[in-house]
């Protein structure tokens, strides 16, 4: 049984530690407020630490989100409560109450040293979404190995309860018995920075519902690219055959009313990019081609950077992918609409495909607080020209892809924008202004 | 957390007897797979699509336990094949 044990005070607090929240609470820290980061994973990092490299100057993106990470971890200013499910957010009498609840790791966080000793003795193979789903883990693990904090978990439901990871554990640190424990963190502001994920790769039957084997998502194919991703080498996962021709179909997920998905998602164009020049890269000799409707460079460096694909040799193909099919070797047969020339339907065959998947959003505030969503379900933000961050909650602001799809750039741009009106509005309240 | 009290695991295994039966059939089907998987490749270097036909195991089902072995420091990835990479058990396997 759960009962409310702790309150935790904050200046503000910040729910999911993403790059969105981690950029808005390292700002508001510096500034010398005292913020709580909430984060519903075992580690912080969001989306961008499971990344390879970012657009459009092909940095590595963990070398960017890694110290942003360790600085949020150090903060004195700063206290992270991972593996939290945020129950309400509500405000009375002038104060922000979160009610948490703090999921059982089944490791005690005070005595873990994420040695892995565990990991490496547990004999249940699970499978890694974190690896995109092409590799295993342990039933006990840890997330990755730049998780922070690197603290091991059980996930219960492979778990045989053989009892090998407490044998090996050098710090007793194994609780089978760790149950929910709830608490109640009390701020004055709050930042909404809760994130994305990619609509289902099985929700078009035309794409072959996720049974066509080699159709990859776009996150997929960030973890077949990074460093320490499944094979360390882009391989088709099918069979392990290096490939020779790659197809990336575009708003494989966006701009679809029968996906109830109508908008664009912004920065589909620019990772298929972003990863074609990659895979140019890791593949020199393989075909890359994108099938778009159209391309939206519209940031600083974008067109130059999709002009540079284009003169790399990555083929550009204006056309509509109608159907994905199962070829033979395994190979993937597109049915495919040319928009351009006379408009005829071809079909061509690769052996790896990646669906650009649209973005939507990760977290639903219905039921949680009184902050309402748009026609696009992201929260409404109630001043979208003048003031972006503001949502209909007073002292409640949102940053980055909760309030709507947005790349890097102009998601750490808001997250300062965000952490700017919460430190506006905590000193308006400390100098007896607030309404 | 010290010992376990032998009572109260008895009684989680009950409570979790469910998650726990599952488990313990997917440890038995995953040993006889690596095993399957480490017979073909303690002496010779091999693709995943041979180990595949040899051992009669799909070769998603191959590649991703390669995957896990190598990730854990049971495998190693050796010369290229063709358009496929060959594998070969390490030597601390």
């Not at chain 1, 069979?239 to 020779?244: A, C, N, S």
């Not at chain 1, 495909?353 to 639903?364: C, E, H, I, K, Q």
């Not at chain 1, 979208?384 to 961050?389: H, R």
Request: net charge neutral; hydrophobic share 40%; aromatic share 8%.
């Amino acid at each position: 049984m759960m009962k409310e044990t702790h309150s935790f005070q904050y200046d503000a607090l910040v729910i999911g530690g993403g790059i969105a929240g981690l950029q808005s609470a390292l700002d508001l820290a510096d500034q010398g407020f005292k913020v709580a980061v909430v984060e519903k994973d075992a580690t912080i990092g969001g989306t961008m630490i499971r990344l390879s490299k970012v657009f459009p100057t092909l940095d590595c993106a963990s070398c960017i989100t890694t110290p942003k990470m360790a600085a949020a971890s150090h903060n004195d200013n700063i206290d992270l409560f991972t593996y939290c499910q945020v129950n309400s957010l509500t405000r009375s009498d002038g104060t922000l109450k979160a009610s948490i609840t703090q999921k059982p790791r089944y490791v005690d966080p005070d005595k873990c040293i994420g040695c892995r000793q565990c990991e490496y003795q547990c004999p249940v193979y699970v499978k890694d979404e974190e690896q995109g789903g092409f590799s295993l883990r342990k039933a006990v693990y840890i997330p990755f190995s730049n998780a922070i904090p690197q603290l091991a978990l059980i996930d219960v439901q492979h778990c045989s309860l053989c009892g090998m990871c407490a044998k090996v554990c050098p710090t007793e640190a194994i609780d089978y018995f760790q149950q929910p424990e709830q608490f109640v963190i009390e701020a004055k502001t709050a930042i909404l920075a809760t994130g994305f994920k990619l609509t289902p790769i099985d929700q078009k039957k035309e794409y072959g519902a996720g049974q066509v084997a080699n159709v990859i998502s776009s996150l997929q194919m960030e973890r077949l690219l990074a460093p320490h991703g499944p094979y360390q080498r882009v391989i088709r996962p099918s069979d392990g055959k290096e490939p020779d021709s790659i197809a990336y179909v575009q708003c494989a997920g966006s701009r679809d009313l029968s996906l109830g998905v109508p908008y664009c998602s912004r920065v589909c164009c620019m990772y298929a990019i972003k990863q074609a020049m990659l895979l140019s890269g890791a593949l020199p000799l393989a075909d890359i081609t994108i099938y778009y409707m159209d391309i939206r460079a519209f940031g600083k460096g974008y067109e130059q950077f999709f002009q540079n694909a284009k003169a790399m040799g990555i083929e550009f193909v204006k056309a509509k992918v109608g159907k994905i099919e199962q070829g033979e070797n395994q190979n993937v047969l597109l049915r495919i609409e040319e928009q351009e020339g006379d408009g005829r339907v071809v079909r061509r065959e690769h052996d790896l495909v990646v669906l650009s998947l649209g973005m939507v959003p990760d977290w639903n505030p219905a039921g949680i607080c009184p902050v309402t969503t748009d026609t696009d379900a992201f929260i409404k933000c109630v001043q979208p020209k003048l003031a972006p961050t503001l949502t209909e909650m007073e002292g409640v602001f949102v940053a980055g892809v909760a309030a709507g799809p947005k790349d890097i750039v102009d998601t750490i741009a808001e997250a300062g924008a965000a952490a700017m009106e919460a430190s506006n509005y905590l000193n308006t309240l400390s100098s007896g202004q607030a309404a | 957390m010290g010992k376990p009290d032998k009572e109260a695991m008895k009684a989680l295994r009950q409570q979790r007897k469910a998650y726990i039966d599952r488990a313990k059939q997917e440890i038995k089907k995953q040993r006889k797979l690596i095993k399957a998987i480490k017979g073909q490749i303690r002496e010779e270097a091999k693709t995943v699509p041979r180990i595949a036909a040899a051992t009669k195991l799909p070769s998603d089902q191959v590649l991703l336990f390669i995957a896990a072995m190598r990730k854990y420091g049971q495998v190693i990835e050796v010369d290229k094949d063709g358009d496929y990479f060959t594998y070969k058990l390490s030597a601390e396997a």
